[in-house]
């Protein structure tokens, strides 16, 4: 008997009473066989590659938050890379991110290069990996609401200080910490618990020089007990760039980020 595919994702528990889910897409390297088969690149540019799209730390700094936080989060963490495929991007025509090659399955680099063949099929990752992860962030939300009668995701994410080739917006500010919106799923209150958990990092920005935010597709637009918010880190505040060791920035922003989970 064939043994089933190991997912791609881990969903670590929480208290049962907590809303909160801590997503966390973007922190692994890991690139499965299958996987690295298609990317054209050599091994020693695929790890530099890495190093500029890899939000390196971030699934530690989940944890070391959840760790803190009065109530424990609950936290779904992708453990493979996102050259294997984009979990947060849409796998279809919405994604403007596809014009630089980057949507749900890459074929340009961060600096716009080849990662893939422009007519790479990317429905086999789709299938392996893209829907199965989406299915699974969306029952891990909907067994939030189940329990609790709504559902907070928290996207933890980080981006480099310097903007990088494929970034369609990368003109714009780059504060310390960034929060991304939606209009329908970003209830004020949680912006501004946001902007007072990370105060002390300085300026907190909005909206730039990353947008939005992510929401499973079944929920999105339509059910306003789902609440979410994307924190984006500039690299620089916790981290040796690219692709460095952490540094004690990362313990300052774990208990900012525990003090956003408690209030959310």
Known sequence: MATPPVPSYTLLPGAPESPVL???????????AEARRGIVLDDGALERELDHITDAHTAELAERAAALAAVRPWRFVNRLSRLVVDPERFPDEREEMTAVGMGAVYTRTTHRA???PADADPEPLLARYFRPYARAMAEAVADRLAATGRAVVIDVHSYPSEPLP???HGDGLRP??????DAFHTPPELAEAARTAFAVFGETGLDSPFAGTYVPLEFHGTDARVGALM??????????????????????????????????
């Open 114 to 116: 080849e990662l893939r």
């Open 231 to 264: 924190v984006e880190i500039r690299r620089d505040v916790y981290m040796a760039e690219p692709g460095g060791p952490a540094g004690p920035g990362l313990d300052r922003l774990a208990t900012a980020l525990a003090a956003l989970v408690d209030t959310a």
């Open 22 to 32: 801590l997503h966390v897409p973007h922190s692994a390297r890991g690139i499965p």
């Open 166 to 168: 494929y970034e369609l």
């Open 176 to 181: 310390p910490v960034c929060l991304g919106t």
